[in-house]
């Protein structure tokens, strides 16, 4: 298959690639730049960070860009400082905002209202949201399924999802497939259904350009024949994990951290999900929570993000 190029707004036109935003700091300037670098969609979880730390990961991943590529950043709807992120993005001139975890019609109109050339791409998992979205004025959409890894926003296949949301979009605004999304036959499958391309966590947790601790990486692989659970998150949202100590007792209602972050528009404050993910980020695997995609086990290595890429394109080739 020839991998066509995407248009998103009136930007460039990109491999159909996006790199997923993955909080908290596991997203940063150094992976999106080096996604962005192999003219790709490389993306800044912005949730967590502050107004300052968020530009400062956009000048780092433009530099490494080298102007090649698109940069965003990724924003979670049910984060407390949502709309002053999306703020701060506007005013960094950031390529797209991808904003999930929740919808919010105050998003769309902010950056309807800044006559930016910043594209909107919400992340849905219904046919419903998509076309709300649209209404909206979304430039693209990402389609997420119970597959993907972090937050998850429905119990069902992306693939049924995406069959409905194609229906509903009928081609006016590209369409990106989420959620168990690893090689290149994968991004094949989803083209030839109709999307345009797909956006990818998983696979990028594993590139030596993403900002994880390297405990976090080889816990993918020390548990790689594991599957993920499931858990409620405080966000009230159930979330998709490797299996830990930290979750068992999450699961069974043990863990006592309180949160005081006050991060969440709405939280249930039965542990603290910023603490949980940052331990994990530095290190402490199993005393934090460590996302990951539903087929996590099949990746065997950690690999520069330019191979990664190349290896897409390849198999897509041969598709």
């Not at 979009?169 to 990106?176: A, E, H, L, Y």
């Not at 858990?231 to 998709?240: H, I, K, V, W």
């Amino acid at each position: 298959m020839e991998l066509k190029l995407v248009k998103i707004k009136n930007h460039k036109k990109v491999l159909p690639i996006i790199q997923g935003g993955m909080a908290i700091r596991i997203s940063t300037g150094n992976l999106a730049g080096a996604v962005a670098a192999e003219n790709a969609i490389g993306l800044i979880a912005a949730s967590g960070m502050s107004m300052d730390e968020v530009v400062e990961e956009v000048e780092i991943a433009r530099e490494k860009s080298q102007g090649n590529g698109l940069v965003g950043v990724n924003i979670m709807v049910a984060a407390t400082e949502c709309l002053d992120l999306v703020r701060t993005s506007l005013e960094a001139a950031v390529d797209l905002i991808v904003v999930g975890a929740g919808f919010s019609k105050d998003v769309f109109k902010i950056i309807k209202e800044s006559n930016s050339k910043t594209a909107v791409v919400p992340v849905v998992s219904s046919a419903k949201a998509a076309r709300l979205s649209y209404k909206l004025g979304a430039d693209a959409i990402v389609v997420e399924g119970t597959e993907a890894g972090g937050h998850l926003g429905t119990d069902r296949p992306m693939k049924e999802i995406l069959q409905e949301v194609l229906v509903e979009i009928d081609g006016r605004i590209p369409v990106f497939a989420a959620g168990g999304v690893l090689y290149g036959k994968d991004i094949c499958e989803v083209i030839n259904m109709g999307a345009k391309g797909v956006q990818m966590g998983t696979r990028f947790v594993m590139s030596e350009e993403c900002n994880a601790d390297i405990k976090f990486k080889e816990m993918y692989l020390r548990y790689g024949e594991t599957e993920t659970v499931k858990f409620l998150s405080p966000a009230g949202y159930p979330g998709r994990a490797v299996p830990n100590k930290y979750i068992d007792r999450v699961n069974a209602g043990e863990i006592t951290d309180r949160c005081t972050h006050l991060c969440l528009k709405s939280c249930s404050r039965k542990f603290c999900i910023i603490e949980s993910l940052i331990r994990a980020q530095q290190g402490d695997v199993e005393n934090g929570i460590v996302f990951a995609g539903k087929r996590f086990n099949e990746i065997k290595d950690i690999l520069p993000v330019k191979t990664i890429i190349n290896n897409l394109v390849t198999e897509i080739a041969e598709c």
